[in-house]
């Protein structure tokens, strides 16, 4: 059983700061690829970056030199640095992972989301 389970959202002013953490338990063996995406209410979950195992990183233009995606793959985790943060990027942030369970066979799997609320 594998579980991705994402921490540090929480209420923050503009202008400020939030590290997002995304750690991967369970029968892992590795984790591949991984993303952030975020879903405001009302809206389609968005994607905003996302770190390949061996490190290169995209992402969407309305994040893009605000957050920073890393990875600690000895720790089975994905983080993700918001700065600057807007009223806009309010939302719940969901992690995902392309999960190596044994060898030839993985699958990807979701967080349960981590509300971010960015409000004075």
């Known amino acids: 059983q594998v579980q991705l389970v994402e921490s540090g959202g929480g209420l923050v002013q503009p202008g400020g700061s939030l590290r997002l953490s995304c750690v991967a338990s369970?029968?892992?063996?590795?984790?591949?690829?991984c993303g952030w995406y975020r879903q405001a209410p009302g809206d389609q979950r968005e994607f905003l970056a996302r770190?390949?195992?061996?490190?290169?990183?995209t992402y969407t233009d309305s994040v893009k030199g605000r957050f920073t995606i890393s990875r600690e793959n000895t720790k089975k985790t994905v983080y993700l640095q918001m700065d600057s943060l807007r009223v806009e990027d309010t939302a719940v942030y969901y992690c995902?992972?392309?999960?190596?369970?044994?060898?030839?066979?993985?699958?990807?799997?979701w967080g349960q989301g981590t509300q971010v609320t960015v409000s004075s």
């Open positions: 770190i390949t195992n061996g490190g290169s990183t």
């Open positions: 995902t992972c392309r999960v190596l369970i044994a060898i030839g066979i993985s699958y990807d799997y």
């Open positions: 369970g029968s892992v063996l590795n984790i591949g690829d």
